[in-house]
């Protein structure tokens, strides 16, 4: 039996954002799951759909961009195409020039994740890569998904 603060990393109703990724026929391996190195894409799709929706990230012209400093994914079960990815998010750590998200992979109706994870983001100066502060409005989107 997982622990509280397990429990908080695998439960679906401690995640505060969802999105729907389904995979596609090349996520799978030869080992016929999705293999893992896509998980980290999943993190990364659903981390910057909320950004651009939410936030306002312009990743084409934005000053501004976040860069991955860090990455982490713990394994509990496999998906396979032609499943759906429910991916959750929420914001473990809030700081002035960086984030750190916390992910959560869910099948469709399981309350249990089949894998969890982290990512940094540092955010930067597009023109130098020089570390900043983070605007005003990632800010106020990304506190929306504290815990």
């Known amino acids: 039996m997982p622990t509280d603060a397990q429990q908080k990393n695998i439960s679906r109703n401690n995640y ?11 996520d799978n391996d030869i ?17 910057n759909e909320y950004l651009i929706r939410e936030g306002g990230l312009d990743i084409h ?11 982490a994914c713990q394994y509990k079960a496999a998906f396979a195409f032609p499943e759906d990815v429910e991916a959750g998010l929420r914001v473990g ?4 020039r960086a984030v750190r998200y916390e992910i959560g992979l869910f ?10 994870g982290s990512f ?28």
């Open 31 to 47: 080992y016929g799951h999705v293999n893992n190195v896509v998980y980290y894409s999943y993190f990364d799709t659903v981390i």
């Open 93 to 96: 750590h809030l700081g002035n």
């Open 120 to 147: 940094v983001h540092v955010f930067v100066e597009r023109a130098t890569m020089k570390a900043v502060p983070i605007p005003d409005g990632l800010r106020a989107a990304l506190a929306k998904l504290q815990i």
């Open 107 to 116: 099948q469709a109706d399981s309350e249990e994740a089949a894998a969890t």
């Open 16 to 26: 505060l954002h969802f999105l729907t990724i389904p995979t596609r026929w090349m």
């Open 61 to 71: 012209d934005g000053g501004v961009i976040g860069v991955c400093a860090e990455s």
